[in-house]
């Protein structure tokens, strides 16, 4: 019962949302939580997340939602900077980074969030026909190889400092966290192993309960 | 498991390595890797062009991805005559210009232009009607390829024969060139209500064994998609598109998203047009929204709709019928 205030957000404007909602799910039940998950498509939806899930898809028509809707990128950047536990899958790390660029074309023009000090290089395996799923190693994660899927995935070619490597693919940085930001260059919402997912949760419940410590709401007290 | 992954035993034939070694722990071309791609298309718009101008023009109005062809299907209509894969030159522009995916139509059966398709690089290959078909008889065995496909359906069964095939993503046929969305729908419906109708029979084996015998279709496939409640592959709009609001009947009708053909370069507002198609499919189901979109169009501008029963050329009969 403790968990009814526990509400994940999926930004819902492109790309595999229903699928980070369900591998959501999955990982509330393994956690044996009862959260909620919550597709966000309008700023008003930001209120309320304990943590929020940026999905795969095509960055530059997430970007290009900055020219339609640039309360909403507002809202999210807001909630990031103020500790909000956030996972970016391949176009959502694009979306967080600082810079991007693309492996064959170059600078882009899409607008970013600039939460996440990384530079990125879209497409950086090359097309689809290169995309590929390998498994890894992710200590993070805990002792079994995680198998990362990657379409035309793009890689961290550059990160400052604070920013924690965590999965390196090829010698290629693919995974790494900065404080409450967690990125992939894979898609961690289309295999069965949910554990992206359930450490996103994990910090999403400690955020949950640090914000309520601060407003004295506390913990609720248990009945005898 | 977020994405279905029956049938796959012919699948395990056609996994490419990546390097030289055989060591290589890469898996490419797998049904994760082809299915995976058509999921992150999933609610966006993937636009017809057929030169470097209207991609741009479709990348910086948020299309999900381009579709290069020769000519649009209205002019295709237009010119009769044999409609082939675009130029290997045009398709090769396109891709030193954009940076979303690139897909390509090639004729349904033509391994010849597949094998091409694949070997410049497209990202999806689109076995399609708009094309003249070059096989009666068989679409292309699709798990041959590392390439994932789309093809156009406008019942269940072709959707369910084409993806027993090795195609990753299922599009309405539609009627494409047309500007009238009336096929689309009536293809999208056809296929939600032999769905709904298999849900009821999922306990059912010897309905279910029927069932796959009028679809034409294997009782795997079919005991897979009644078990899921929908197709084991995404399932977009496509054929007639032509106003937001168009695109937003789609939506909501529950396709996971929308090819625009003509629509959009046929149109006397292309870049307004294709923006405001966008925002439509993104927001299909907030009304307000729908409107602000379709005020960034105007009607006048609307391309020249056709009536679909009085054609000369009914693109979706085209090619094998099983």
Sequence with gaps: MRDKDLIIGVLGIQGDIEENVSQTATAFHSLGKKGEVRVVRHSKDISGLSGLILPGGESTVVSNLATVNEDLLHKIADAVSGGMPVLGTCAGMIILSTRAYDRVIGQTKQKLLSLLNIVVERNAFGRQKDSFEADMEISLMGKRPFKGIFIRAPIVSKAEAGVQVIAKMEDKVVAVKQDNIVATAFHPELGSDNRFHVHLIKSASDFRDRINVMRGVGFEPTNP | MTISLVPSEFEQKNIHRRGSSSRSPFAVGTTLVKRGFAHMQKHGVIMDVTNVEQAQIAEDAGAVAVMVLDKLPFDVR?????????????????????????????????????????????????????????????????????????????????????????????????????????????????????IRRLGSLVDDAQELIKVSRQLQSSLQIVEETARLGKLPVVNFAAGGISTPADAALLMNLGCDGVFVGSGVFKSDDASQRAQAIVLATTYFDDPATVLESQRMVDERKSMVGLDTQNLALRMQERGPSV
């Design chain 2, 78 to 194: 237009l010119a009769g005559g044999v409609a082939r894969t675009a130029s290997v030159k045009v398709v090769q522009e396109i891709m030193d210009a954009v940076t979303i995916p690139i897909m390509a139509k090639c004729r349904i059966g033509h391994l010849g232009e597949a094998q091409i398709l694949e070997e410049i690089g497209v990202d999806m290959i689109d076995e399609s009607e708009v094309l003249t078909p070059a096989d009666e008889e068989s679409h292309l065995w699709k798990w041959d390829f590392t390439v994932p496909f789309v093809n156009g359906a406008k019942n269940l069964g072709e959707a369910l024969r084409r993806i027993e095939e090795g195609c990753s993503m299922i599009r309405t046929k539609g009627e494409p060139g047309t500007g009238n969305v009336a096929e689309a729908v009536a293809h999208i419906k056809a296929v939600n209500n032999d």
